[in-house]
């Protein structure tokens, strides 16, 4: 029997392809991951009820009209975010100060930072808030406003005003795509107005993403990657994103 966690990787794989290439069938996805139609055709059919693709007329494709509800997202990529969210708790160290902003990339995060102690922290991710509620010492400071349900976590001008408050050690956020090009990209305004807020309260900004978010296009442009001073992730970026990395000072760290 196959393992827990072969079939996740199976289906992170499945994911990542699928944010390369818009549209793929199940013979393609069957010949490069080297498993039978009969599995992937499997594959497909619980990662459509789990609201993550969308398969029609024999092909398939990314749900991306929106962003997908949370629980899938936390399972998608997931032995990825905890590998990004282990380098991050290695940059950060006791006695940090933190901003953390939302979505399951940074829960990863917060769940590895829990283990620190004495941070203090300003958040409007009520998932981060539940991760670090046993950490040694820690002091949680939480924006206030509308509560998105589906996502537990806070967006609007009460929020981006709260992050002014603050002046942190780092800021870790994540965003809903990375072009090609380099571009920060997500799905509406109020996600880039909050990340923003996030970034800009703290010395060093942190941009953690996993690889199935790059080449995903989205409408709203955040910044450019180099923009930051530190990229977590374990995407294949091109040449060109690199050397500009390099020339603006930004690093990028691959779990």
Wanted: include cysteine.
């Amino acid at each position: 029997m196959m393992s827990r966690d072969a079939l996740s990787q199976r289906r992170d794989k499945i994911i990542a392809l699928l944010s390369e290439v818009e549209e793929l069938s199940a013979q393609d996805l069957s010949q490069e991951l080297g498993v039978s139609v009969q599995t992937i055709r499997t594959d497909l059919r619980d990662l459509d009820e789990a609201a993550l693709v969308q398969r029609k007329n024999g092909a398939v494709r990314l749900r991306q009209m929106e962003n997908i509800a949370y629980a899938p997202r936390l399972d998608a990529s997931s032995i990825e975010k905890q590998r990004i969210a282990r380098v991050v708790k290695t940059l950060v160290g006791h006695n940090a100060r933190l901003a953390l902003g939302t979505g399951t990339t940074v829960e990863h995060c917060a769940r590895e930072l829990s283990a620190l102690q004495n941070l203090f922290v300003a958040t409007n991710n009520i998932h981060a808030v539940l991760a670090l509620q046993h950490a040694p010492g820690v002091v949680v400071e939480m924006a206030g406003g509308t509560v998105r349900l589906r996502d537990l976590d806070v967006v609007g001008p009460l929020s981006r005003n709260f992050f002014t408050r603050f002046r942190m050690d780092y800021a870790i956020f994540s965003c809903g795509g990375l072009s090609e090009s380099g571009a920060v990209l997500d799905y509406n305004s109020d996600e880039v107005a909050a990340r923003s807020a996030i970034a800009a309260c703290a010395k060093k900004k942190v941009l953690v993403v996993d690889s199935a978010k790059f080449g995903r296009e989205l409408p709203c442009v955040m910044h450019r990657i180099w923009d930051y001073d530190i990229v977590v992730t374990e995407a294949e970026l091109g040449a060109a994103i690199k050397s500009e990395c390099a020339r603006s000072g930004c690093q990028i760290m691959c779990p």
